[in-house]
């Protein structure tokens, strides 16, 4: 079997967990062999026998590619992508943040009631959120 024509590779990846393609690009992490030809195929690799690169499942599938290559495992690349979904979610956490502080200063509460709630200084709280939810 031929290795997938790169812009199958881009086409499958869409489709794929946040992260997937941010990580072929980059290259900290290698694609499968397969990607975009299988529909089982996890595009990330995690095993490569010498220059082909594969993912589990086209490794469990695998017959005669790398027949008698010593197989070299990859560090798992799912680590690398739950540290992306963690940071997204620590991202999406801190604007939810700055939307509540902000409703809760239009609702009419003080900094010292946010600040209570936080746990810090009124001058501390003013000095975070101000700028998105308005002086004073
Ligand atoms: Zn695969």
């Given at each position: 079997m031929t290795p997938p024509m790169p812009s199958r590779l881009s086409?499958?990846?869409?489709?794929d967990p946040p992260g997937v393609k941010d990580l072929l690009?980059?290259?900290?992490?290698?694609a499968c062999q397969y990607a975009g030809a299988r529909p089982a195929?996890?595009?990330?690799?995690?095993?490569?026998y010498g220059p082909a690169a594969l993912c589990a499942p086209c490794d469990q599938r695998r017959s005669t590619l790398g027949k008698g290559t010593r197989p070299v495992a990859l560090p798992d690349p799912r680590a690398l992508l739950q540290i992306t979904a963690a940071s997204r979610a620590c991202e999406q956490a801190?604007?939810?943040?700055r939307d509540a502080v902000a409703a809760a200063r239009r609702a009419g509460h003080p900094w010292?009631?946010?600040?209570?709630?936080?746990?810090?200084?009124?001058?501390?709280?003013?000095?975070?959120?101000?700028r998105t939810a308005g002086q004073r």
């Open positions: 086409r499958r990846t869409d489709h690009t980059s290259g900290l992490a290698r195929c996890q595009v990330l690799a995690v095993v490569c801190a604007a939810d943040l010292s009631a946010v600040a209570a709630i936080l746990g810090g200084t009124r001058q501390a709280a003013q000095q975070r959120f101000a």
